[in-house]
């Protein structure tokens, strides 16, 4: 609620510098699994920010560490395979990797929601969906059961779901696959967080679904001036509602730029062969371009640049030393803001 | 079908694609369908249930209400005059239809006021093993890790005791066994297996999408397992926990027989038979009948376990 109220003097704040500092900024974050094949290194040195009002859309295959990344910051993380070895959390400020249990689980709800991929296997088959909105009005808000159903149906409401009052006690199983994935993006809209993770949330739906659940989300987080933090493997759904672009490979940033750079003149040789694998009308006939091999391996990631293996520009140098994520410039050496890439070659790649 | 008139009302082809499939998800729309709801309408059609229900009905009522059924008291002995006096299988629900035992008390009033025990035994016995058996599955399968291995290794001690024979330790230890005493050491023995099963299907249901999404919305440890765990799990716990009801009502009456469980003055059906074995040969109805008593309850709660079972069990449909 109070920092709904800080935020708001910005009504939309797509370039956000709003407050004070950025409401999530993760540094060089490493998480590995410890499995019986050996260690499993799933992020290895990630960092992002996140301002209120910002939408950060992270990129990339199964496997390349984003879904992890989410995991670990709502605290979620199956924690005897997993281990967090180093880096920090912040939020507001705050570390949160250094916080009790506790001060952890006021936060998840509260202050960052999540939104899950797969919205049936997300919500409990058993209790209806009035009583699954309502419990975070209850429990978290300490309302009574007919304010917590009142504000429900309001939920409902404003995530476009056509008769809500009378759909209230129905079960998660009687709604449609985009119903339902709104019924979760309403329950974690329910106490109004600063920040929202949404791992993949339109990957279950079909395509023309998909475009009205991006549609809402990104009203919604308009309208309540929050960070949204939209987990992908999907590049054609985030070109419209992101603001900037994190591509991941093998658990680490290969490239940030802001939404339209990155399509128009990607830096990284990981980011050009994402673009050029998508099917296009005016190429028909041609064949339809795929990154060569599979990626890496978490448990034995290659030495060097992890996308050295397939990369068609590879050098020596690749295959030794890691490619810092270096700020990306003009020809003429002007900076270009918010842009980096992790490659030995990315000027050649951006400029050549 | 409210939808359609919300529909054309309000914004939007933002509804209009995604709204026919959610107002025909449910073949009866309105009416919310759950596991109990469905388990309900299959159970309502199943003539096994409705048997068994009655029957278990009729024994509820017997042994709530004795007197409904007969004037005649269970103690009252006569020797002089009924001395193992046959049934007279006219004389219905009459103190002598079912004739009078050893001690001259009318057989039918024992069975009657018998049922009382049993089905105490039976059910305050299922219930506290289901509660223990719950709570200690429930730990383990959520806790895992050493939680887990300490319950888990508890349980397989219980479970390695023979029943009967446990009992039989513990209740002969006891001078005075009311029926407390011996519904106490029957769910000291019992609950291993409920908790076996509690274990498993909290294992499997931990892992489901929904327990980590009410984690990641901020639920406690508490509310996870009571809301979202607690109503997923327990279907097979109350599959194994009904046909376990019948169970423990034949244990009752074995160790009522062996003269072990529970003692005169209550009246039982375990006891009536023990007594009865003495005059097997010129009287044998009154060994016979409380017998077939016990195995009809038996058999009912053991046929509503059944029922119950498939039921709630969605591959057997």
Not at chain 1, 229 to 240: P, R
Not at chain 1, 325 to 347: I, M, N, Y
Request: charged share 20%; net charge neutral; hydrophobic share 45%.
């Amino acid at each position: 609620m109070t920092t709904i109220d800080k935020t708001a003097h910005v009504p939309a704040p797509r370039e956000s510098v709003s407050g004070d500092g950025p409401l999530l900024d993760v540094r060089d974050l490493h998480v590995e699994f410890h499995t019986r094949d050996g260690v499993a290194k799933a992020v290895n040195g990630v960092n992002y920010t996140v301002s209120a009002g910002e939408t950060l859309a992270v990129l990339g295959e199964s496997g390349s560490g984003k879904s992890v990344t989410a995991q670990t910051i709502m605290g979620i993380l199956d924690m005897p395979p997993g281990k967090i070895t180093q880096g920090e959390i912040l939020f507001r400020g705050q570390d949160m990797l250094k916080m009790s249990n506790e001060e952890r689980r006021k936060i998840r709800g509260r202050k960052i929601a999540m939104i899950f991929q797969d919205a049936l296997s997300s919500l409990n088959p058993v209790l209806s969906v009035g009583y699954q909105l309502g419990e975070m009005f209850r429990v978290h808000q300490g309302l009574s059961k007919k304010a917590a159903r009142a504000k429900s149906i309001e939920l409902m409401d404003q995530v476009k779901i056509p008769a809500a009052a009378a759909r209230i006690s129905d079960f998660p199983h009687q709604f449609s696959g985009g119903m339902r994935q709104r019924i979760m993006i309403a329950m974690a809209l329910a106490l109004e967080p600063d920040l929202i993770i949404a791992d993949e949330p339109t990957t279950a739906l079909d395509v023309t679904v998909q475009a009205q659940v991006m549609d809402l989300l990104a009203e919604l987080q308009r309208e309540y001036n929050m960070g949204l933090i939209l987990i992908t493997h999907d590049l054609g759904v985030v070109a419209d509602v992101a603001d900037k672009i994190a591509v991941m490979y093998a658990g680490r940033i290969v490239e940030t730029a802001p939404v339209g750079e990155l399509y128009s003149r990607p830096a990284h040789p990981y980011t050009k062969g994402l673009l050029d694998s998508i099917p296009r009308l005016d190429q028909k006939g041609q064949e339809l371009y795929a990154i060569k091999g599979l990626p890496p391996n978490l448990t034995r990631i290659p030495a060097g640049c992890a996308f050295s293996p397939r990369c068609p520009k590879a050098q020596d140098i690749c295959r030794t030393d890691v490619p810092p994520l270096a700020p990306v410039t003009e020809q003429d050496g002007l900076e270009l803001v918010g842009r980096g890439s992790a490659c030995h070659f990315w000027k050649e790649t951006i400029h050549g | 079908m409210p939808d359609t008139t919300a529909l054309k009302g309000t914004d939007a082809p933002a509804t209009a694609v995604d709204a026919p499939p959610a107002t025909d998800a449910g073949p009866a729309p309105g009416k919310p369908r759950s596991l109990w709801s469905d388990a309900w309408h299959d159970l309502r059609r199943n003539p096994l249930f409705l048997i068994s229900m009655a029957l278990i009905l009729l024994l509820a009522v017997m042994s709530i209400f004795p007197g409904l059924f007969t004037s005649a008291s269970p103690r009252d002995a006569n020797l002089a005059e009924h001395y193992l006096q046959h049934p007279n299988w006219g004389h219905f629900f009459a103190p002598d239809w079912l004739g009078y035992d050893g001690q001259g008390r009318s057989i039918y009033a024992r069975v009657v006021y018998g049922a009382r025990a049993s089905i105490t035994v039976g059910v305050v016995v299922t219930i506290a093993v289901t509660i223990t058996g719950l709570v200690i599955g429930m730990l383990a399968g959520y806790f895992g890790g050493w939680i887990d291995t300490i319950l888990s290794r508890i349980t397989d001690v219980f479970f390695g005791v023979p029943f009967i024979v446990g009992a039989m330790v513990i209740l002969t230890s006891f001078e005075q066994r009311s029926v407390w005493v011996v519904i106490l050491s029957m769910a000291f023995l019992g609950w291993t297996s409920i908790a076996r099963v509690a274990r498993g299907s909290v294992i499997t249901i931990k892992q489901a999408d929904y327990v980590v999404a009410a984690r990641a919305l901020g639920a406690s440890t508490t509310r996870i397992l009571t809301r979202h765990i607690l109503p997923n799990a327990i279907a097979p716990v109350i599959v194994v926990a009904t046909i376990a009801l019948g169970g423990y009502i034949a244990a009752e009456a074995t160790l009522s027989f062996l003269g072990i469980g529970l003692a005169e003055p209550t009246v039982s059906w375990g006891i009536d038979v023990s007594a009865a074995k003495d005059q097997l040969r010129n009287a044998p109805y009154v060994l016979v009948i409380p017998s077939v008593m016990v195995s009809i309850t038996v058999l009912s709660f053991l046929m509503f376990g059944d029922a119950v079972r498939n039921a709630l069990d969605p591959k057997m449909r």
